[in-house]
């Protein structure tokens, strides 16, 4: 199995920017990122593509959030600006390599799972 560790997180001020990241233990087809807030569903931010770095974001995040690979070391960066009080979640970094080559936003497409970071932004 693959490995997946996320690190990064922390507690910001609303506004403020924070970098996530994940690092791998093998190179996958696709990574994503998830973020579960107490109480609630866990919900998609965006997933990269290894092939083409092609990239997909939650409407919630479109322009403020920006995800990036590095192949050379199997890691995903996710940078995260101008964060808001519900952005807090702990955020998950998911991989997989059976969807396909393009990106999905399905949290069941993904069969690798770190254990998350805990992102709080709070004044």
């Known amino acids: 199995q693959v490995k997946l560790v996320e690190s990064g997180g922390g507690l910001v001020q609303p506004g403020s920017s924070l970098t996530l990241s994940c690092q791998a233990s093998a190179r996958t087809y696709v990574q994503g990122w998830f973020r579960q807030a107490p109480g609630k569903e866990r919900e998609f931010v965006a997933a990269i593509a290894w092939f083409d770095n092609s990239v997909e974001y939650a409407d919630s995040v479109k322009g403020r959030f920006s995800i990036s690979r590095d192949n050379v070391n199997d890691r995903t960066h996710l940078q995260m600006y101008r964060l808001k009080p519900d952005d807090t979640a702990v955020y998950f970094c998911?991989?997989?390599?059976?969807?396909?080559?393009?990106?999905?936003?399905?949290?069941?497409?993904?069969?690798?799972w770190g254990q998350g970071t805990q992102v709080t932004v709070s004044s």
């Open positions: 998911a991989a997989t390599n059976s969807a396909g080559f393009t990106t999905t936003r399905a949290s069941g497409d993904y069969e690798y």
